[in-house]
């Protein structure tokens, strides 16, 4: 099997899933005004959509070996689009219900991708594959901050909202003719019951390098969603960017991570394994949220989008790599369910990790905090992962 064709699928839909779970933050001050509150309250629509994620992801694993990867992706890209539907219109209960069901749609796209290309992908192009695979969610992002802010401007929020879900549902469509030739190792019979629901958490926890690489994505999650979440906010209240300027610089990260994200999959599988490369990584995203927090209105136009495609390039860029080592460590068969028990902790991070940069932020008036914060808890992983493996 051409293992490129299922690579330019699943980074089709990772992409349009992407942008749905963005398209609210990227004009995030302008819904905020629409509906009376504070932009600050953007951390909790993504802490919504991630309960629902991670709710997704532990139950996709046996949903895959059932259903297969094509269709259980097709649902979660029209479970997000009713979710968007749902966000535009202006009351926070109905947005908030409207994010879990983009979280829920969101969260089987990743454990049913690495399913398909794990088993067509061969060993020494997994962590490119992967890479280029993971790049969807910056491009989504990328695609959001180019498109959506001018899209609000020129037809309102709630219209934007309703163009992206109506793209998550032309995605869907296009699938089907996929299905029959990438849904082949199914398995109709498979039941679905609470222990598989609960399988992937038990095989993460009882695996000591599998405990150890989620725990880390714990906070690579932290880290990658205040940056996604608040840099439109922080570049319009603390440096006083325009709405569009604003979201160019945005998509300048995505692409950072776009480009990051297919060059450390490549440096991993020629020359340092993926192990290293997220220490390096860890590292660089350390100096990320510091230059972050030390950025300034009076600095050269050149500074803050050098700094932030660097902060994208390492804060969003980790995933493929990852995904890739988790891949390799999970048992034979069990890629989409060790995906997706790590990933129910990378989103558990996601859950708890802007509302905390949103207080942090709060109570020390500035957003300067929340990033000069994640230094901390990056060193730490960085230090987990130069430890030499346990055996």
Known sequence: MNSWLPLAITLAIQAMV????LTLPAMAPKVAQAVGVSAAYIGLYIAVAYVGAMTASLASGAAVVRYGSIRVSQVGLLVCAAGLALCAVPAWPVIALGALLVGLGYGPITPASSHLLARTTPGHRMSLVFSIKQTGVPLGGALAGALVPGLQQWAGWQRALLVVAAANVLCALLAQSLRAGFDDDREPGRRLGLGHFLEPVRLVLGHPQLRMLSACSFVFSIVQLSLTTYLVTFLTDSLAYGLVAAGFVLA???VGAVMGRVLWGWVADRWLGARRMLALLTLVMAFSTLATAA???HLPGL???VVLFVFGASGIGWNGVYLAE???QAPEGKAGVATGGTLAITFLGVVLGPPAFGAISGL???????YAALALPLALCGWMLLRPPRT
């Open 326 to 328: 988790v891949a390799r």
């Open 303 to 305: 500074v803050v989008p």
């Open 18 to 21: 992407a942008m749905g779970l």
């Open 295 to 297: 950025l300034q209105p």
């Open 364 to 370: 020390a008036g500035s957003y300067r905090a929340g």
């Open 252 to 254: 300048v990260s995505q």
